[in-house]
């Protein structure tokens, strides 16, 4: 059970390329995230799905887009990666409760540099 | 919106010493969750606080919830070098999907 598996592990970028960070789980949650990590920041919520299809903006949206095609699968999307965009990049995964935000299970997260 | 205020933001402690982090809310909370992040490492979820002045204990740390759900800390008693790392509260309001608030993180630098 390998949980939530992030790919790339590390990846640098020149500015204005594009690239997609790929997450799967197979947990069957119904629940995904994306969060950037950022030194002195925290993790901050960049994008979410509640399920296969269906996508939602987070705190931080600006520059990404994201598609849940099947439901162990959450693609993060930078169009035109900027060096603002350089940090680390989690994916995570929850069950959904009526009420109640259920736990989340995170990646190993990607590494990413944009020069 | 909502917004986690968590202090300090830097712990030194020597190996043996109690280490406490302090997580406040701008709004009241459904339920407060806590994660650890070793360096290097993803976020790992320790516990879930749901109901008003809960304390849940964990061997050598103590979680609380607030009375007016507001607020939380995290106590961790003689502190050892497994300990290192980020601990992060994470509030959230109802249920649904729309993520969790996190704090900023304590850090906590321990010296043998």
């Known amino acids: 059970n390998a949980g939530v598996t992030q790919t790339p592990k590390f990846r640098v970028l020149k500015t204005g390329q594009s690239m997609t960070l790929l997450c799967a789980q197979d947990?069957?949650?119904?629940?995904m995230y994306w969060y950037r990590q950022d030194p002195g920041m925290g993790l901050r919520l960049i994008h979410y799905?509640?399920?296969?299809?269906?996508?939602a903006k987070g705190e931080v949206p600006d520059g990404y887009n994201v598609s849940r095609l099947k439901k162990q699968n959450f693609l993060l999307g930078l169009e035109s990666a900027a060096p603002s965009q350089t940090s680390v990049y989690f994916c995570?995964?929850?069950?959904?409760?009526?009420?109640?935000?259920?736990?989340?299970?995170f990646g190993d997260g990607t590494r990413l540099s944009i020069l | 919106g909502q917004q986690v205020m968590q202090i300090p933001q830097y712990q030194h402690v020597q190996e043996g010493e109690d280490f406490t982090t302090y997580c406040n809310s701008s709004?009241?909370?459904?339920?407060i969750q806590w994660y650890k992040q070793r360096p290097g490492g993803h976020p790992v979820f320790l516990i879930q606080?749901?109901?008003?002045?809960e304390v849940k204990k964990q061997k050598r740390l103590t979680f609380q919830f607030g009375e007016a759900k507001k607020n939380s800390s995290l106590h961790i008693t003689a502190t050892q070098t497994t300990d290192v790392g980020t601990y992060f509260c994470?509030?959230?309001?109802?249920?649904?999907?729309?993520?969790?608030?996190f704090g900023k993180g304590t850090h906590l630098i321990i010296q043998p």
């Open positions: 995570a995964s929850s069950y959904s409760q009526p009420g109640v935000k259920m736990p989340q299970h």
């Open positions: 947990m069957n949650h119904e629940y």
């Open positions: 799905s509640v399920g296969e299809g269906t996508t």
């Open positions: 709004t009241t909370l459904s339920n």
């Open positions: 606080l749901v109901k008003s002045g």
């Open positions: 994470a509030g959230a309001s109802g249920g649904g999907a729309d993520g969790l608030t």
